[in-house]
C-alpha cells in the first residue's frame, strides 16, 4: 500500500477557514456557518474548473490512501506525470524487445568482451594513461601500446533495423545516425507504453477527394507535443565513419601514386619490379570496390538530428531541441519537459536519448579517451571491473543505450482516461562549476537538499518516505577519490539524516555499462515504481569503510513508492529528480510481462470517447504494426479533417492584462498557468480550465456515414487501366482510389 498521500492532495485546503476568536466578533455559530458556505464555494468552483479534489480529479484518479500530509504551496497546480517509458540494451538481440524491462530489472548481465580488432585498434592510438592511486588520487602516467593494457569490456549493441522493426522510409534511414535511430527506436516504444497512437492523416485532391497520406498524431496533438533529444554523442558516428573513409580514400590515392612513379623510373626487368606491380593491382581494386564519394546527405547524417527527425516522423510541431548535459542529459531533460508543461508551452514532451559509444566507429575513440583520463576499467572479467559501492571499484565500464519518457499534464492524461505511471514531485539542473570529472560534495549535497525540499511541498515529509524510497544511483565504480559514489552517500546522509539507511539504492551500470546521456536509469526508476521490482547492485563483496553501511538492493521485491534519480556529467552537470508511484486503484501492482496502457485505462468511456475524436468514427480500435500503437484505418473521414495551426502561448496568464481575452490555443493548454492561490477566495477565475477540449479541429462532425462509393464505369479502357497500374506502382497508392481527373504532381507527387 502507498505511504504518501493520494495524486490530488488539493482536499486539504479547506482547513484555512477557521478564524482567531476576538472581542465584539461574530458568534461561534455564525463563524461555522460562513464557513461551511465558503467551503462550498470553494468546492464548486474546484469542480468548475477541474482541480484535484472536484468532480474530474475523482473520477480519473481514484484515490487508494487517504492523504496524510498538507496540501501543495500551489495548490492550483498538479504535478506532471510520466505516463510512457521506452528501453533499448545492449547485449540483447533486437537491442529493442518487449522483454527488455523484465530483463534489466532482475538484473541480467549484459555487457561482453570487446573483439580483438577493436582491442588493437586502441593499442595503435598511441595513448599515454593516466593510472590513478585509488587511495590517495595521485596518478602517474604509463604508455599503452598493447592490447593487454586497454578496454576489454563493453555494453554494445545488436544492429538496429528501423526500416524492418519501425517502419521507416528506407531513404530517410539511409541519412540518419545509429544514435537518431537508437533515439526513434525508444520513441515509439514510450508512445505505445503511454497509450498515444498514431491516425492515418488523409490529405484532399484537386478533385475533392482523400487520399492516404501519412501515419502522425492525431491533428489535436501535434502543435502541443514536444520532442527533446538527449545524447551526449550525437551524430559522431557518422561523422567517424565519414572521416575514416575519406583518409583511408585518401591514403590509397596517395600510396598509389607514389608507387607508380616509383614503377616509371623501372624498366620492368628489375626483381622488385612484379611486388610493385602486385601493390599497384591490389591499391586500384580497392579503389575500385570502396571508393570514397562526398555524400550529399553528409549534413544531416552528423548534426544531432534525433529530436527534429522524429518530430518530423510522427508530426509533432510543439517545441523541439536537443540537449547534451554529458551523462546527466536524459535527467536534465526531464526537468526542462516539466518547465515546458508547465509554462504553457505544450501538454506534453517526448524524451528521447540514445548513444552509441561502443560503435566500431566510436569506441576506439570514446573508449580511448577514458582510457587516457585513468577513469576505464581494463579487466578482462566483468565482476572485477563492475562493482559500484564496492571498496575495489577502480574504473568504469563504457556501455550503450537507448530510452524514452512520456511527460505530459496530469489533466491531458486524464482526457484520455489514462492512470500515469508516476509523478514529477521536484526535478533540479544545476552545474557545480567546480572540475571537468570529478563532483563537487559539498554542491551534490546541497542539490539533493533542494529537490527533497521542492518535492515536499506536495505534501510528502522526508523522514517518512525513506522506507519507501529507491534511490537509482549514478555511480559508475570509478576510483575512489572524486568519484561518484562519495558524493551520492554523503548527499543522502545530509538529506534524510539517519533514515537515510532505510533508503534502499540500486544502480544498473554494473549490467549495461555507462550509457552516456542515454537515460537507461530514468526508465529503470520509473519501471521499478510501477512493478515494485527493483534490480540488484552487481559484484558487491567488499564493503567500503568510507561509505560506512549501506542498504543496497538484493534485488526482487520492495516497497518502493518514490524515486530519487541523480545523475552527473563531465563538465560539472548535475540533475536530480524525484518521482512518486501513481498506484492503481485496485493496489496491485503488475508484472513485467502485463505492463503497458492498456491496464493503466481507469475511465473507459473517456478513453473510448478519446480515441473517437482521433479517429472521427465511433467504436475506434487499436493496432500494433511494426511496434507503432495506431488507430485502424477504416477510409477517409466523411469530412475532411481541417489542419490549423494553434501554437501554445507560455506564461499565458501571466502575460496578459485583465480586460484581454486568452487565445483559443492557451485554453487547450490549461493545466499549466495556474496564475494564483486557489485558497484566495477573490480570484478563482484566472486558472484556465483544465478539461477543455484537446482541439477543435478533430471535433468536425466525425460520426457521419462516409459517402457512397461512385458507381463503377460502365465501359473499361484499357489503355487508362494500364497507366492506373504504373501509378499505382510507383506511388503505392490502391488503383480504385486513382482517380482519372487527380494531378499526378499535386495529388500523387509523380
Known sequence: SAPAAAPAPVAAVAPVMAAPVVAGAPSDAVITELGKLFAGVLEQGMKLYGFPGGAAGDAAYPATAPAEAVAPSAPAEEPVVISGAGLGLPGVDPMFDDENIARILSGQQFISPLPRSVRAEM?????????????????????????????????????????????????????????TRMAIGAGFDALRDAGIPLVMHYKKTTI??????????????????????????????????????????????????????????????EPICAEIDALIAELKRELDENPFEFD??????????????????????????????????????????????????????????????TGDQMMPWVGTGFLASGAAATDERVEDAATPFDRRRHGMIIGAGAASLVLESAAAARERGIQPIAQVLAAVIA????????????????????????????????HTIAPSLMFMSHET?????????????????????????????????????????????DVVAV???????????????????????????????????????LAAGFGSQVAMALLRYVP????????????????????????????????????????????????????????????????????????????TAPAAPVARVAPVAAPAPVAAPAAPAPAP??????????????????????EPAVVTDPVLDQVTTIVSGLTGYPADLLDPDLDLEADLGV
Not at 305 to 314: D, T
Not at 433 to 462: C, K, N, Q, Y
Not at 541 to 563: I, M, R
Request: charged share 20%; net charge neutral.
Open 477 to 521: 565504480y570509478t576510483p575512489a577519490r572524486g568519484g561518484s559514489a562519495a558524493a551520492e552517500i554523503n548527499a543522502l546522509r545530509n538529506a534524510f539524516g539517519a533514515d537515510a539507511d532505510k533508503i534502499v539504492i540500486t544502480n544498473t551500470k554494473g549490467f549495461t555499462g555507462h550509457a552516456m546521456g542515454a537515460g537507461v536509469e
Open 296 to 357: 550529399r546527405r553528409f549534413l544531416f547524417r552528423v548534426l544531432a538530428m534525433g529530436h527534429s527527425q522524429f518530430a518530423e516522423i510522427i508530426g509533432a510541431r510543439g517545441p523541439n531541441t536537443q540537449i547534451n548535459a554529458a551523462c546527466a542529459s536524459t535527467t536534465q531533460a526531464v526537468s526542462i519537459a516539466e518547465d515546458w508543461i508547465r509554462s504553457g508551452r505544450c501538454r506534453r514532451v517526448v524524451i528521447v536519448s540514445a548513444d552509441d559509444a
Open 208 to 269: 475533392g477527394s482523400q487520399l492516404p497520406d501519412r501515419w502522425g498524431l492525431p491533428h489535436s496533438m501535434r502543435d502541443d507535443t514536444g520532442i527533446i533529444f538527449a545524447s551526449a554523442f550525437p551524430g559522431y558516428h557518422n561523422l567517424v565513419d565519414e572521416v575514416s573513409h575519406y583518409t583511408e580514400d585518401r591514403a590509397r590515392r596517395e600510396h598509389l601514386l607514389a608507387l607508380e612513379g616509383v614503377r616509371t623510373h623501372l624498366t620492368g626487368s
Open 527 to 565: 519501471k521499478a515504481l510501477e512493478t515494485g521490482l527493483v534490480p540488484p547492485v552487481p559484484n558487491y563483496k567488499e564493503p567500503d569503510p568510507d561509505l560506512g553501511a549501506l542498504n543496497l538492493s538484493k534485488g526482487g521485491s520492495y516497497p518502493v513508492q518514490f524515486a530519487l534519480r
Open 123 to 179: 593499442a595503435r592510438m598511441r595513448v599515454t594513461r593516466l593510472v590513478k592511486d585509488a587511495t590517495t588520487g595521485s596518478g602517474s602516467f604509463q604508455v599503452i601500446d598493447n592490447e593487454a593494457d586497454v578496454i576489454k569490456l563493453a555494453g554494445t549493441h545488436a544492429p538496429i533495423d528501423v526500416v524492418t522493426q519501425y517502419g521507416i522510409d528506407p531513404s530517410r534511414d539511409a541519412a540518419l545516425d545509429t544514435t
Open 431 to 462: 552545474n557545480s562549476a567546480f572540475h571537468g570529472t570529478r563532483l563537487d560534495i559539498d554542491h551534490i549535497r546541497g542539490v539533493m537538499e533542494t529537490v527533497v525540499s521542492e518535492a515536499e511541498r506536495w505534501g510528502i515529509d522526508r
Open 584 to 659: 492503481m486503484p485496485d493496489g496491485q501492482r503488475r508484472a513485467p510481462a502485463d505492463l503497458g496502457y492498456a491496464y493503466r485505462i481507469v475511465d473507459q468511456a473517456a478513453w473510448q470517447g478519446w480515441l473517437d475524436s482521433l479517429s472521427g468514427r465511433p467504436g475506434s480500435q487499436l493496432e500494433v504494426d511494426h511496434r507503432r500503437l495506431r488507430i485502424v484505418d477504416t477510409g477517409a473521414p466523411a469530412v475532411p479533417v481541417v489542419a490549423t495551426t494553434s501554437v501554445p502561448v507560455p506564461y499565458a496568464a501571466m502575460n496578459r492584462s485583465g480586460g
Open 689 to 710: 480550465a483544465p478539461a477543455a477540449a484537446p482541439a477543435p479541429v478533430v471535433a468536425a462532425a466525425p460520426v457521419a456515414a462516409p459517402a457512397p462509393a461512385p
